[in-house]
């Protein structure tokens, strides 16, 4: 089946140790985006990329940064987690929303980051 | 900027009761127009979608949603819930800004708890 896969479901990590959690699909869409989700908080836009054009939302802070090698991945980098950043982190993908009518994203399972 | 209000953050219903949940935007323009339901444990879902025509939309597992372009509503319902609604419920909003398409903006979410 067509999916959205992330890597690892949960993860720890010590204050300001850097740590990456990775995206992949089997969708081949053009489009990936990376939400921050606190608990009873909506899904946060933190950047997207249309295809390798990244695109950083004004409010996302510095300590995160994001890569997409090619098609099928996107990582999220945070270079120095503070206890503010623990939360869950969404990857969703979709396809160009210029071609169609709507802009409908898949997510994926999430990746729950402690910071200890 | 757009953004999205969900009146109510924890609805608690039993089995066959009705049930609407309310969502409101702010946008004057173009806009599409989402739910999506997280059931415990997993991923966000698509629930159900309005980008043109008929304004009463009808999604999976018997939900449907009016958009109310005078109203900036987009509520969700359903005649009947079964404990197996239990979920949380976003409601999400992506407007046509000329700049970019891309950015779904999300609700805080309603937690519905059904009981049996």
């Not at chain 1, 510095?62 to 120095?80: A, E, K, Y």
């Not at chain 2, 009146?7 to 049930?19: P, T």
């Not at chain 2, 698509?46 to 109203?71: C, H, Q, T």
């Amino acid at each position: 089946d067509a999916m959205v896969i992330q890597n690892p479901r949960y993860q720890v990590t010590q204050f300001g140790k850097p740590v990456t959690l990775s995206c992949s699909q089997t969708l081949n869409h053009n489009v990936m985006y990376w939400y921050q989700q606190k608990s009873s908080q909506a899904p946060k836009l933190l950047f997207h990329y249309y295809d390798k054009d990244f695109n950083n939302e004004a409010d996302t802070p510095d300590n995160f940064q994001s890569r997409r090698p090619n098609t099928s991945f996107c990582f999220l980098d945070i270079r120095s987690p503070g206890l503010g950043d623990a939360a869950m982190y969404l990857c969703a993908t979709s396809r160009d929303p210029d071609r169609g009518a709507y802009n409908e994203q898949f997510f994926g399972p999430g990746t729950r980051l402690t910071v200890l | 900027a757009q953004s999205v209000s969900q009146h109510n953050h924890h609805v608690i219903l039993s089995e066959a009761a009705s049930l609407e949940l309310g969502c409101n935007y702010s946008y004057g323009g173009t806009v599409n127009l989402f739910w999506y339901v997280q059931y415990p444990g997993q991923h966000l879902q698509l629930l159900l979608k309005y980008f043109s025509g008929d304004p009463l939309v009808r999604g999976i597992k018997g939900f449907e949603a009016e958009f109310i372009k005078s109203k900036f509503s987009f509520n969700l319902r359903k005649p009947s819930v079964q404990w197996s609604d239990t979920a949380e419920y976003f409601c999400a909003v992506n407007a046509h800004s000329g700049g970019s398409n891309y950015k779904l903006t999300f609700g805080k979410g309603t937690l519905l708890t059904v009981n049996p």
